[in-house]
Structure formats: C-alpha cells, structure tokens
C-alpha cells in the first residue's frame, strides 16, 4: 500500500526502548511505523492510553485515532473511506 494517501502509526507509551519495541512488532508481525515515545508525541498528541493507533492523510491531518486495538475491520474501513475519498478528490482536482 506505499502510495496510498495515509499513514498508518503506533505510538507506544509502555516504556519501551525502541530495540525492545522492534523485537515485539517484528514477533507480531506489525508492518507500521511505531514510535516508542520518550514524550515529544504524547507531549503535542495527548493520547488517551497505550497503545494508540492514527491514521493520518496526504496533508497530515489525524483523521482517525484509537485508544488501544480497533482489529483489522476497522482500520481496513477506515483506510479505505480515505483512499475513496482521495481518488475521488483527485478526479476533481483542476488540471
């Protein structure tokens, strides 16, 4: 999915140094970027509990955040309305 209009990350809150926070998502086979935040993140975010999960757009706006695991359904749905609206925005868009 490299050049969709998102980014899917974690921000983990857990006290994990990052070696530490690349051998549990290399064991659980998690294929995002996640930050193990000393607190430059939580400091501007303020997320509500660990782990947090944000999908942001083309612009870099949060446009969906969950405290703890949503499951793959909802990440899934949430990526997709994103990717429609992209495609569709982009059909739009003057040339």
């Known amino acids: 999915m490299e050049e969709k ?3 899917l990350i974690g921000v983990n809150l857990n006290g994990y140094e990052p070696k530490k926070l690349k051998e549990v998502m290399d064991k659980e086979k998690l294929n995002w970027r996640s ?3 000393p607190g430059a993140i939580s400091d501007k975010w303020k997320p509500p509990g660990t782990p947090t999960f944000y999908i942001i757009d083309q612009k870099g706006v949060i446009r969906y955040k969950w405290a703890g695991a ?3 359904k909802a990440i899934d749905t949430a990526l997709e309305r994103l990717i429609q609206e992209a495609e569709t925005n ?3 868009a003057p040339k």
């Open 5 to 7: 209009p998102f980014a």
């Open 90 to 92: 982009g059909k739009k």
């Open 35 to 37: 930050f193990a935040d």
């Open 70 to 72: 949503p499951g793959a």
